[in-house]
């Protein structure tokens, strides 16, 4: 595939997202703001740009080391970026997260809870903190288990995080719906804390469920080579 053959179609799919996205969020009968986070891991800045160019300025990326590499070149290029992880953070990256990152989605252990605090402290940068919830209670997957989600949130902001929300990725083989509710369930629990959940095949669905941020990567920019 030549790099227009990749690009082409970006802007295109893009709009008809933020239009599936209106749509839903109209049905729902939200009156608040549903957030698009488009994920561009694995993805060049030749093959990002058009997204930015039509607008996009919400973005997210799973890797430090990967994000680092391509967004630092972006900000130059486009005002106003908002970069959001995504993936597992690792304590030996946190200061790099911090400094890179407006937004980590992935606190999930006490540990790099007390990484990120650390690192923020150090390079005097704070970004916004979202609880990942391992909502279908699969061992091999991150985040805290639902019912520590409240205690979690609670120490988390004891050790001075921002807490906006909670984010999870429901089990790939079963219906994301009652998990979706769920996750709404333990937010309100929380005292009201937005979610992040939905990504190309159901962000329909969590939008029903009163999902602020949703996260959409191939619905964008197309299939991504299978990653190990
Ligand atoms: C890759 C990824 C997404 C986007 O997945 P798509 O199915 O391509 O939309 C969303 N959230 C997380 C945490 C991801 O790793």
């Not at 986070?37 to 919400?58: C, D, N, S, Y």
């Not at 949130?153 to 979706?180: N, W």
Request: aromatic share 4%.
């Amino acid at each position: 595939m030549t790099a227009i053959d990749a690009t082409e179609g970006v802007a295109t799919r893009l709009a008809e997202v933020r239009r599936a996205i209106a749509d839903a969020a109209a049905r729902a009968g939200r009156t608040d703001p549903v957030e698009l986070v488009a994920v561009t891991k694995t993805f060049t800045a030749e093959h990002i740009r058009p997204a930015l160019v039509a607008g996009q300025r919400i973005v997210g990326e799973n890797r430090v080391q990967e994000a680092k590499g391509k967004w630092p070149a972006l900000r130059e290029e486009f005002d106003g970026i908002e970069l959001h992880l995504l993936g597992p953070l690792q304590s030996n990256k946190a200061k790099d997260a911090v400094t890179l990152f407006d937004m980590i989605q992935s606190v999930d252990r006490e540990k790099i809870a007390t990484a990120i605090a650390s690192a923020a402290d150090s390079v005097g940068r704070m970004p916004r903190c979202l609880v990942q919830v391992n909502i279908g209670r699969e061992p091999q997957k991150a985040g805290v288990m639902p019912d520590e989600a409240p205690a979690f949130v609670a120490r988390c902001r004891v050790l001075g995080l921002p807490i906006d929300g909670l984010m999870t990725i429901p089990p790939v083989d079963e219906a994301a719906g009652p998990h979706f509710e769920a996750l709404a369930r333990i937010a309100r629990d929380c005292g009201g804390l937005k979610t992040s959940m939905g990504m190309s095949g159901d962000y329909v669905e969590a939008i029903a469920h009163g999902a602020h941020w949703v996260r959409v990567g191939s619905a964008i920019f197309g299939s991504r080579p299978p990653i190990a």
